[in-house]
């Protein structure tokens, strides 16, 4: 069997002929296998999904309960058959409930990365490779350039800042799934036990990453009463980017705005988003990250996408790998 009549991308999204499954797909479908629980990964709208337990959850939380017409949990590790085709997935390291999906056909063994991310984290389980014929790998941030630092030292830097201003109110971007918990275990594994404040579009996706067993310490709701702007004084202040251009920002005690992001790397993006204070924390994997994960999976070929798919591609080639890009599109960089 050749890797494409396996698996082949169309509009919808990577397509499995002797599954009639999509994974991921961007439109509705009948059947849609989910790698995670980003927005512009897991879409509501399709007729059967099949995800792991926390990442059916998370679209519950975030569409509501009737997102799809039926839905299947899928243990990581275990084995399920769709139609001619053996399906399992493996944990991913992204976010909470992310997973790869391996799909096996005819002897030959596909894995479609969906987000990764080879660093620890312990608010989700740790990537695993897993070995395949074709490896489909992400490429959000594919060229050498990119090296992300240790997110412990970027939340030193957070801490020094607060210790320097301790008029300040520190309001720190974070995207609601996946790197708010991710950002709020980091500042508690260093020691900061005081109470942290979150916008309330970061509630529902907290209570259930500590309903999970991810402890998140003392959270309370980052509402300014008349009078009492001066009780976020020294605070840290968690809320999602779209927050800060608007009034809710500027409520806060000379906001000192901070961002949580992999492309805090780029300075132009962090000026053009008014940041003071940049932090280098992805969820991807970054330059090495991916050149490591693809040495270990050591596939035969690479299909690389949702990125910068030129340069990765490049080095496969160079490095005697055969390599494509597939241009998929509707992928953003919600989890970065």
């Known amino acids: 069997m050749r890797p494409e009549m396996l698996l082949l991308p169309r509009p919808e999204g ?9 994974i991921d797909p961007v439109r509705g479908v009948d059947r849609a296998l989910i790698t995670h629980g980003h927005a512009d990964h897991a879409r509501a709208g399709h007729g059967h999904v099949l995800a792991t337990p926390q990442t059916l959850d998370i679209m519950a939380i975030r569409y509501g309960a009737d997102h799809a017409g039926a839905t299947q949990a899928a243990m990581l590790g275990e084995e399920i058959r769709v139609k001619d085709v053996t399906v399992r997935f493996h944990p991913a390291g992204h976010v909470l409930g992310s997973a790869q999906i ?89 020691g900061y036990m005081r109470p942290l404040y979150i916008h309330g579009a970061l509630q529902k996706l907290c209570d259930y990453y500590q309903s999970q067993g991810v402890d998140l310490g003392e959270l309370l709701p980052a509402t300014v009463a008349a009078g009492a702007k001066g009780d976020f004084a020294g605070a840290i202040v968690l809320g999602p980017p779209s927050a800060f251009g608007d009034k809710w920002a500027r409520r806060f005690p000379d906001p000192l705005i901070t961002f949580a992001s992999g492309w805090m790397q780029v300075r132009a993006r962090a000026r053009q988003r008014g940041v003071e204070l940049p932090l280098v924390i992805s969820d991807h994997a970054d330059w090495g990250e991916l050149i490591d994960t693809i040495k270990t999976v050591a596939p035969g070929e690479v299909w690389v996408t949702h990125g910068r798919e030129e340069a990765l591609v490049r080095w496969c080639e160079l490095e005697g790998i055969r390599a494509k890009p597939l241009n998929l599109v509707g992928y953003e960089d919600e989890g970065d």
């Open 102 to 190: 391996e799909v096996e056909a005819g002897g030959l063994r596909i894995v479609a990365s969906g987000d990764y991310k080879p660093r620890p984290d312990p608010t989700c389980a740790a990537f695993e490779p897993v070995n395949c014929d074709v490896f489909i790998t992400e490429a959000t941030f594919a060229l050498p350039v990119f090296r992300h630092p240790d997110a412990q030292d970027e939340i030193a830097k957070l801490l020094k800042s607060l210790a320097r201003n301790p008029d300040r109110a520190h309001l720190v971007g974070v995207y609601s799934l996946g790197k708010a918990q991710r950002v709020i275990r980091l500042i508690r594994d260093a």
């Open 14 to 22: 990577l397509y499995c002929p002797p599954g009639d499954f999509f």
